[in-house]
């Protein structure tokens, strides 16, 4: 297995947002804390048998953090539906305006990010030999793409040279009052289909040359996992990463047609295993859990290779192996870890002090505020 360095630092350039465009907010707002088990398609994964304790005797002891996420949850017209914020074994703070501890939220786009981790557990399994290759060389379906072209490195990077020409700011190809991550859940076509279908669309580049934020790039990775370790996506995903967590609750996966997830952005988790999943990637990048393969891997993913400007905050962002980075906060450009979704999901997670903060909302405005240097980050950081 090789994990070679090679760092493409672009700046400036101009990072999509999930969080532009109003397409973004497609589903209703019930379904950001009701939308789990509301299509027939999909996998449910059980909760470990010894989930990871989370202790709850310490929840309004940090007066900061309560007051940050009250001003989040409940200030005016607030979006928010749940917040939780732990470090180590403790909760501090934990809330929900819909649903109660058992409900499941979508993940939106903060899946990318796990599906980085399967990536990672592919690769220091040995399934995966190396992040170099082109991931046409382990699935037949994107042959003779650009997404096939591009590396697997490029793709955790979002720099396959994706189309450009109907891309939105959250990843998907728009067309018809519909997009392609749509069709792919509603069952028009399968993941497997999705490159072929895409390729041909003006305004693309060659792999590596640019970013551009691709929801394609991230389902090309999970049919890498898929075919790299020869069992359906969601089995490998459930014993490397979810195993990993070691999850509270159930969980699930919306798939398409042919019974794959569509890894760019439909899984789902209650609130708190949201926050053990963040405590998983704290564990890995400390070598606390796998092995010195896993450690240097989240150590990449979590180092920014693009680099820009946030647009909600003005602050400086990277992008590294499907995660963000808030470089322009904390102690150091490499702190805040962020897996984000475009209706306001997000799991902060602060490298040095080990805090983890999600916050679960049904709209992205809310980010104007979860964003803000003197909101959540000023915490994580103390």
């Not at 350039?13 to 939308?35: I, K, M, N, R």
């Not at 190809?173 to 076509?189: E, N, W």
Request: hydrophobic share 35%.
């Amino acid at each position: 297995m090789k994990l070679s360095r090679q760092f493409a630092y672009v700046c400036p350039v101009t990072l999509l947002f999930a969080s532009v465009l109003a397409w973004a907010d497609h589903e209703p707002q019930s379904y950001s804390y009701s939308g789990a088990r509301s299509r027939s398609n999909a996998i449910e994964f059980k909760p470990s048998t010894d989930p990871r304790l989370l202790n709850r005797e310490r929840i309004g002891s940090d007066q900061v953090i309560k007051q940050k996420m009250d001003e989040l949850l409940e200030g005016f017209l607030s979006t928010g539906l749940a917040g939780i914020a732990v470090q180590g074994s403790d909760i501090y703070y934990e809330k929900y305006r819909n649903g109660d501890e058992k409900n499941l939220y979508p993940a939106w786009s903060m899946t990318k990010s796990l599906v980085s981790l399967a990536v990672g557990h592919a690769l220091c399994d040995g399934y995966i030999k190396s992040l170099d290759e082109p991931a046409q060389q382990y699935v037949n379906d994107v042959q003779g793409t650009i997404w096939g072209s591009a590396t697997i490195r490029q793709l955790l990077q979002m720099r396959s040279g994706a189309p450009k020409r109907s891309l939105d700011s959250g990843g998907d190809y728009l067309y018809s009052q519909t997009s392609s991550g749509l069709d792919m859940v509603r069952g028009v076509f399968a993941v497997t289909e999705v490159a072929k279908r895409f390729n041909s669309l003006p305004e693309s580049a060659p792999p590596g040359s640019r970013y551009a934020y691709s929801n394609v790039d991230t389902d090309t990775l999970g049919l890498v996992v898929a075919a790299s370790t020869k069992q359906p996506f969601g089995r490998y995903f459930e014993s490397a990463v979810l195993g990993g967590a070691k999850l509270e609750h159930p969980s699930i996966f919306h798939v398409d047609r042919s019974g794959h997830p569509v890894t760019h952005a439909y899984f789902f988790a209650s609130l708190r295993d949201f926050a053990r999943l963040g405590q998983y990637v704290l564990d890995l990048y400390a070598g606390k859990t796998g092995n010195n393969c896993l450690k240097e891997y989240v150590s990449q993913a979590l180092t920014p290779y693009t680099e820009a400007t946030n647009p909600v905050n003005k602050s400086p962002i990277g992008y590294g192996f499907q995660f963000w980075l808030d470089t322009g906060f904390g102690q150091s450009k490499q702190e805040i870890a962020r897996m984000s979704g475009h209706q306001g999901q997000d799991i902060f997670i602060n490298l040095r002090t080990g805090k983890v903060a999600v916050v679960l909302g049904w709209k992205a405005s809310l980010r104007a505020k979860s964003w803000s240097p003197s909101g959540i980050a000023e915490w994580l950081s103390r």
